[in-house]
Every structure is written in C-alpha cells, then in structure tokens.
C-alpha cells in the first residue's frame, strides 16, 4: 500500500515484516526499514520495470514470447504436465 504524506512530495509504503507481521513504513528513498514490533530490517521489495512498464515488452521481447508460447503449449494440453518429450 502506497500513500503521500499530505502537504509534501514523501511517499510512504506499507510492507508487512516477514519476520512478525507488523506493518514497517518506508518513506520515499528507503531501500529498508527496522520493524518497530521485533527489530528485524526489511529490504524494500521493488517491483522489475517488467512487472510495470508499459514499454516492458519492446525490451524483454523474449521473455513475453516465452510466456506465450508457454501458456499456448498449456492449453492444447489441457493444462496438464507434459509427458517429458519436450524439445530443448
């Protein structure tokens, strides 16, 4: 979750501790943040550009065409795990 800090430009995001649960804030800039519960610093989790950009496709053009060839393939299967005879 993402929010601003009214009356500035910080951004503020809520990441649950892997460690307790408890939500660490992080301010515009933090790459971690202590858990105020159990002390634990929490690695910022940034997204790939892959996962957001609307360009992503023109430079990870491979993996998209992986992805669909790999969902193409499931579906004339039915979904199903293959039987070991697939090409490299």
Do not use: L, Y
């Not at 634990?40 to 892959?50: K, L």
């Amino acid at each position: 979750m993402a929010a601003k800090c009214p009356g500035s430009d910080v951004e503020i995001t809520i990441i649950e501790c892997p460690g307790c649960g408890e939500e660490v804030e992080f301010f515009t800039g933090d790459s971690k943040a202590k858990c105020t519960s159990c002390g634990q610093w929490v690695p910022r989790q940034v997204a790939s550009c892959i996962e957001w950009c609307p360009g992503a496709e023109q430079c990870f053009s491979h993996v998209f065409s992986e992805r669909r060839k790999e969902q193409a393939d499931a579906g004339e299967d039915g979904g199903e795990e293959s039987n070991g005879s697939a090409s490299s």
